[in-house]
């Protein structure tokens, strides 16, 4: 598998080398275009509700127009944006996630902060045959979004069994 290298205020920096399934693409999809048929069914109500009382029905339709434009716009570039630039590693030390559209995060978690490990999956991962992995810290939650089922599990194990062992060599 390749490395990817980007250059970072002069120096090179590789960032880790796992990626996120492909069938995760499909996952965003799917909640995006939940999203555009939730703002649908609101904004007729909210048509039908104007025009019940006598209102102009232009308001709801404009405000339901430019949410529509905004979210189809948002689902034409950030899943692949975001698929393109999620990756992780997990080591014998820590776990690397390095993603974004807009703003790309790097964060690097000790495995001996480590409290809490998890699998979770809604309707649409099961649908796609997809779960997350959930990390957690005595701070912060991290979350790897979009693995194969087994490869989640291994991933939940593995994260669990290393954190172990770093906890018994501090």
């Known amino acids: 598998m390749s490395r990817h290298i980007v250059q970072q205020e002069e120096a090179f920096v ?14 965003w999809y799917a909640g995006s275009l939940a999203l555009v048929v939730g703002t649908v069914a609101v904004g007729l109500a909210a048509m039908l509700i104007v025009r019940h009382f006598g209102g102009p029905i232009l308001v709801p339709l404009i405000i339901m127009g430019v ?19 999620w990756r992780f590693d997990v080591t014998s030390t820590d776990i690397d996630l390095y993603h974004g559209v807009f703003v790309k995060k790097r964060v690097i978690v000790p495995l001996v902060r480590v409290q809490h490990v998890e699998t979770k999956q809604g309707p649409i991962l099961k649908a796609n045959g997809l779960a997350a992995v959930r990390i957690s810290t005595a701070g912060e939650s991290f979350e790897i979004p979009g693995l194969a089922e087994d490869d989640a599990r291994t991933l939940r194990d593995r994260v669990a069994e290393l954190a172990r062992l770093a906890k018994e060599d501090v």
């Open 67 to 85: 949410a529509l434009v905004i979210e189809l716009a948002d689902m034409a570039i950030s899943p692949r944006v975001e698929y393109a630039t």
């Open 14 to 27: 590789e960032l880790p080398s796992r990626r996120l399934d492909p069938r995760m693409l499909r996952a």
